[in-house]
Each structure stands twice: as structure tokens, then as C-alpha cells.
């Protein structure tokens, strides 16, 4: 996935991706009866979908040529029904709604289609998202109101990337987007909120709740106090900040469950962590359920592999077990033989690594630290170390780092750029330099095959191929844990990603009616 994903490191909340955490905010003073306000763990980058703001549909200001539905089917928005794909499957064709406009009152068009995509893949634009579309070779608009797409090949996840928002012709706004979707933009105030107000024209129907502020509050103990105060309508927290407001009458807690995992990431090229026996002796090592059970306080599952056992993708043979005795007697066959000191050494090498974690996301720190304590029982000395996302982007090539990434839509999302080694050291694609032809190949057919079984198939092979090279030692699929104050129907749970955008529950506010 893109770099901009990856900084959404803590639980980051609703339309779009989020960049590193901001400061606190001063929060709106006394808002209007009809505002409903969510409070936010990270800061947007942008808002143009351009340039990677919310590209899986779940930005309330603009509105892609297909969305989601919460139980992740995918259904028309812009597009008056679903594309016709030639036999051949490299030509794709949108027919548009009739009457569409933004929020400006001018006509939504295809010409504003195409432009959109165009400008994506214009390198000129730097798009984080831009490799997500390169199977896209052309973009047509023969009338205003069809889309026709040439691809370079036949790409079966390509309907499923048609959630990206529209802009309209000529405009790359950043800050002041004009959208069509169910919420125009209103102000943002950087450092403290984002105003958006209901689209009373919308073609979906006009929202209930007429106006939302996004409070940014990085701080997970400080949107957990607001919440209690009265101040956040909403937020999503940690599990554990999540406790002391379970069971209040004011309050709703909705475990939501995910496709969200967090996981050790090693550099393939570094002597320790680049031999495949500690990675898997590390593996072993750890209690995953321990980790469910006490960090998570129980909103999540233990995870082996990339794929959520939540999703109809999920290979049930990529599972794993905690066992130190096995762990053990690995790094003993490896030659890693325990020191006086209870640190393994090979050729004089000590067995040890650094273990980088975002300093402001608590509970990837609580992960890191349990995975060293977990490590050091088998003899491997495991340092965690707090940094900022930059200094962990400039560091991924020489020491491990606690990761999140995870879509529940399609698996061709986030694996081909984390796994395929052309993406290898390109930041936050594949920062650990993987580098398997077996891993390419069926990545290569996955995304080309248009037979589902075939596809299922495909990918069911690919998580065994990552589950026994030990890319990454996945830990555990967090359940998002929201809390929202009042009573609303159309609240409908999914799976969410890990960006926490389709899927999420705040994707489909538009829809929600308070409960008198």
C-alpha cells in the first residue's frame, strides 16, 4: 500500500488516509444541537482523491463511479448500474446517472471522469496511489455521460479500485474540495477540526444529520475523556481506552471486526533477521492470544498470515502455533547456539535486532514489548525502540518495525506492492526487500486471472508461500473498536480496513437518523 497508508498508525478514523498525527485540538465551543462531532486520531494529508485521499469509497465528500456496501458487496454511485467488461476483459464501460451534480451546482460529466483518472496517472502529479492503477492504458468520455476504460490487461480487481472520488474537470484542490457526495466541505482548521455540512441535494438522499465537525485528537486517552465530557459525539479508540465506557447508557461500543492486522516487518537483508530460521523460532515464539487477551482486552484474533479469517478470502491453512521448545530447537539446528549471557550467537554474530514502533501508537508499543519479552525466552534479544515515522521510513532496510496494513476488499489490494520484488525497498512498499519469483508469479496471475475459483485458488497458494518464508510475524486483526454517544438507526457494521475507510462505520453517517 501506499507510504500514506502506513502512516495511518494508530486507529485512525473515517474517510480517508490518514498522515502522522497532528497536535491536539481546541475542539469546537459549544456546537449547534445538529452537529455531530467525531473525534479523530490523525490529521488528513489532503483531501483530493487525486492525490490518494480516501480511494476505496469511504470519503463522505466526494463519491466514486461504484461504493460499498457494509457487507462489502460493490454497487453503483455515480454509475447508474454496473459496467459492461468486454470478453476480453480490457475494455470497461460506465454508463453515468442522469442529473449529477457537485457541490458547486455544476454538472458531474464523464468528462470529469476522465479527467480524474487522467490526472492520477499523470507521473506529473505524484499520486501515492498511482501504482494501484496502472493497469489503467486509456481513458474515454465519447459522451457526457459514458466512461470507457482500456486496460493494459485484463485486471479482475479493476471494478473494485472504481470507488476513487470524482473531481470536478481542471481542479487538483487540496484543502477546499468540491465533491458530490453526501457532505460538502465547509472549512478546515489546521491542527484542530474539519466542517463539512449536508448536501441537501444529494442524490442518495440528504442526510439526517446536517452538519459534522472531525475534531483531530491524537491522543487516545484524550478523545476517550472527551467523549465521557460530552464534547465527541464519536471516536474510535484502543481497546483498552475503550473499558471504562462500556456499559454507560449514554454510550454505544461497536466491536467491529477487521482486516486490520499489525505485524513485524524484517528487513530480508540484515544478517539476523534475514535468516528465515529466526524469523520462524521468532514466530513460535510468540503468544498471540496473550497479546488478544491483555493488549487487545480481547477485541481482536490472532493473525498468521495477510488475509482476515473475517474475509471469504482467508486460506484456513495459514494458522500457526505458540511453542518456545520448537522455537528452540530451530536456532539450535540453525547453528544459533544460547550464550552465558542467554543470547544466541552464530559465527560470532549475537542474535539480536531492533524493533522500531510509531512513539505515539500505545498499543503497537504494547505489541513490540510483549514480542521481545516473548523473544527473549528463546534467546533472541529484541530492542524496541519508539521513533517518528520518518526516522522508521529511513531505518525499514536495516531494522524491523511494528506494522498495519490490511484490506478486506479484494487481495490484490496492499499485497502486490508490500510482496511483488519490484516494488522492493520503495519506501513502505515492501520495506523488507522481499524477493521470491514463486511469490511474483502468483501475485502476477491474481490480479490477471478472471475465474474467481482460479483467483481463490491463486491466493490461497500466495498465503502459504508468505506464511513459510516469514516475511512478516503477524501478530493479530484488530477489531475497531467504536464508541458513539446517542442512539441512530442505519448503523450498520462490516469489516473494515485497515485505513478505516469503506466499511467503517462512519462511511454510511449519511444514512444514520437519531432515535427520539
Given at each position: 500500500m501506499t507510504k500514506l497508508l502506513q502512516k495511518s498508525a494508530t486507529l485512525c478514523v473515517v474517510l480517508a488516509l490518514a498522515g502522522a498525527a497532528c497536535s491536539a485540538p481546541q475542539g469546537p465551543a459549544d456546537p449547534p444541537d445538529d452537529t455531530f462531532v467525531i473525534g479523530l486520531s490523525s490529521e488528513f494529508d489532503n483531501l483530493s482523491p487525486v492525490l490518494g485521499f480516501s480511494p476505496d469509497g469511504g470519503?463522505?465528500?466526494?463519491?466514486?463511479?461504484?461504493?460499498r456496501a457494509p457487507d462489502l458487496t460493490i454497487k453503483p454511485a455515480l454509475a447508474a448500474e454496473p459496467p459492461t467488461v468486454s470478453e476480453d476483459g480490457t475494455t470497461v464501460t460506465f454508463t453515468l446517472k442522469e442529473g449529477l451534480k457537485f457541490h458547486d451546482g455544476k454538472p458531474l460529466t464523464s468528462k470529469d471522469v476522465e479527467y480524474t483518472y487522467e490526472a492520477l496517472l499523470d507521473p506529473a502529479n505524484n499520486s501515492t496511489i498511482r501504482s494501484d492503477y496502472s493497469a489503467i492504458k486509456d481513458v474515454a468520455a465519447p459522451d457526457a455521460r459514458t466512461v470507457?476504460?482500456?486496460?493494459r490487461y485484463p485486471y479482475a480487481p479493476f471494478v473494485q479500485?472504481?470507488?476513487?472520488?470524482?473531481?470536478?474537470?481542471?481542479?487538483?484542490?487540496?484543502t477546499k474540495p468540491v465533491g458530490s457526495g453526501p457532505y460538502r466541505f465547509v472549512s478546515w482548521t489546521p491542527g484542530d477540526k474539519i466542517v463539512l455540512e449536508a448536501n441537501k441535494e444529494y442524490w442518495g438522499?440528504?442526510?439526517?444529520i446536517s452538519r459534522l465537525v472531525l475534531a483531530f485528537a491524537p491522543d487516545d486517552n484524550v478523545r476517550a475523556t472527551r467523549v465521557r465530557a460530552g464534547e465527541f459525539d464519536a471516536t474510535v479508540l484502543p481497546p483498552k481506552a475503550a473499558v471504562g465506557l462500556r456499559g454507560r447508557q449514554d454510550v454505544t461500543v461497536y466491536d467491529v471486526p477487521s482486516a486490520d492486522y499489525r505485524a513485524i516487518m524484517f528487513p530480508m537483508t540484515q544478517p539476523v533477521t534475514g535468516d528465515r530460521a529466526v524469523r520462524k523460532a521468532f514466530s513460535l515464539a510468540l503468544d498471540r492470544?496473550?497479546?488478544?487477551?491483555?493488549?487487545?482486552?480481547?477485541?481482536?484474533?490472532p493473525a498468521y498470515g495477510p488475509i482476515s479469517p473475517d474475509t471469504g478470502w482467508h486460506n484456513p491453512e495459514v494458522t500457526g502455533d505458540t511453542d518456545p521448545e520448537a522455537a528452540g530447537k530451530l536456532l539450535d539446528e540453525a547453528g544459533w547456539i544460547m550464550g552465558k549471557d542467554g543470547i544466541r550467537e552464530k559465527d560470532g554474530r549475537s542474535a539480536e535486532f531492533t524493533l522500531m514502533y510509531p512513539a505515539g501508537d500505545s498499543l503497537r508499543k504494547e505489541l513490540a514489548l510483549a514480542a521481545a519479552s516473548d523473544a527473549k525466552r528463546i534467546g533472541l534479544r529484541v530492542e524496541p525502540i519508539g521513533l517518528d515515522w520518518d526516522a522508521i521510513e529511513a531505518r525499514l532496510d536495516r531494522d524491523a518495525a511494528v506494522m498495519g496494513f490490511g484490506s478486506p476488499y479484494d487481495p490484490d489490494y496492499v499485497n502486490y506492492e508490500l510482496f511483488h520484488s519490484d516494488f522492493k525497498g520503495q519506501g513502505f512498499f515492501n520495506p523488507g526487500r522481499y524477493d521470491n519469483p514463486e511469490a511474483d508469479r502468483l501475485l502476477e496471475q491474481g490480479r490477471a486471472s478472471g475465474e474467481q475459483a482460479e483467483r481463490e485458488r491463486i491466493y490461497a497458494d500466495f498465503q502459504k508461500v508468505i506464511r513459510d518464508d516469514e516475511v512478516y510475524s503477524y501478530l493479530v486483526f484488530l477489531k475497531h473498536v467504536y464508541v458513539i454517544r446517542g442512539r441512530y438507526?442505519?448503523?450498520?457494521?462490516g469489516v473494515d480496513g485497515h485505513e478505516h475507510a469503506t466499511g467503517g462505520l462512519f462511511a454510511g453517517i449519511h444514512t444514520w437518523k437519531p432515535v427520539a
Open positions: 470519503s463522505l465528500i466526494f463519491d466514486g463511479l461504484m461504493s470507457v476504460f482500456g486496460l479500485r472504481s470507488t476513487l472520488g470524482i473531481v470536478p474537470m481542471g481542479t487538483m484542490e487540496k438522499g440528504a442526510p439526517a492470544q496473550a497479546m488478544v487477551d491483555t493488549i487487545l482486552a480481547g477485541a481482536g484474533v438507526e442505519g448503523i450498520v457494521p
